[in-house]
């Protein structure tokens, strides 16, 4: 069956996430090189990203703290000047042809609406804290496929990482994209696993031919595979 939804994961897929992590040092009074330093760290081990808050500034709140931000008029996560420029395009170029287009990924119902507003090309915008599961849960992959209404072999799930996108994607039965541009670029594209992915690329300008050629030939040459 031919791939009919996209979901997109957010931060370094659609969007680049260094004026977001950099406010975050700012806002704790951590110097920056710092920060990305130990958030690189983090990455590496293979722990959750938001570690990196515990590890510069033990024993934080991190929700009083989001709330803070809020209440100081700097809580929103994502603005469109973060948007890489593939980002819209490729979104434009993949409604035109009919994909449902849509955002999933780990982040807080705040950040999901205030996404939401940002006036994107998108059908749905859902977050892991409306869903009540988080990457890399099967959970989280199983709600995507209810409330896209189609089949999991229909929806292909395009991200940045493979242990929270591409692998637990796969497992799910959807198409998975791996996007190698971020840390994670570095981190995961030369892994024996990026193979899994269905389809790796480096623009999201790439994608929409990727999906009709994966449709057209692509699912042949997996079903043949031993």
Request: glycine content about 10%; some cysteine.
């Amino acid at each position: 069956m031919p791939v009919r939804v996209v979901f997109f994961d957010l931060g370094e897929t659609l969007f680049d996430e260094t004026r977001p992590w950099g406010a975050w040092a700012d806002w704790l009074g951590v110097p920056r090189l710092t920060f990305f330093g130990v958030l690189g760290g983090v990455i590496e081990r293979g722990e959750h990203h938001r570690r990196v808050f515990e590890i510069v500034r033990p024993g934080v709140d991190l929700a009083r703290e989001r709330a803070a931000r809020v209440a100081a008029g700097g809580g929103a996560w994502f603005d469109r000047a973060d948007l890489y420029p593939d980002a819209v395009p490729c979104l434009h170029a993949l409604r035109a042809e009919g994909y449902q287009v849509r955002l999933a990924g780990n982040h807080t119902t705040e950040e999901e609406f205030s996404v939401g507003g940002l006036g994107l090309p998108l059908d749905v915008v859902t977050s892991a804290a409306a869903c009540g599961f988080e990457k890399p849960a099967p959970g989280f992959f199983a709600h995507l496929v209810e409330v896209a209404g189609v089949r999991a072999e229909e929806i292909a799930y395009v991200g940045d990482r493979l242990d929270n996108d591409v692998l637990p994607a796969r497992a799910a039965g959807m198409v998975a994209v791996f996007l190698r541009r971020g840390p994670w670029r570095y981190l995961h594209a030369d892994r024996p696993e990026a193979a899994r992915a269905h389809l790796r690329l480096d623009s999201l300008a790439e994608l929409p031919a990727a999906l009709r050629d994966f449709d057209r030939i692509g699912r042949r040459i997996e079903q043949e595979r031993p």
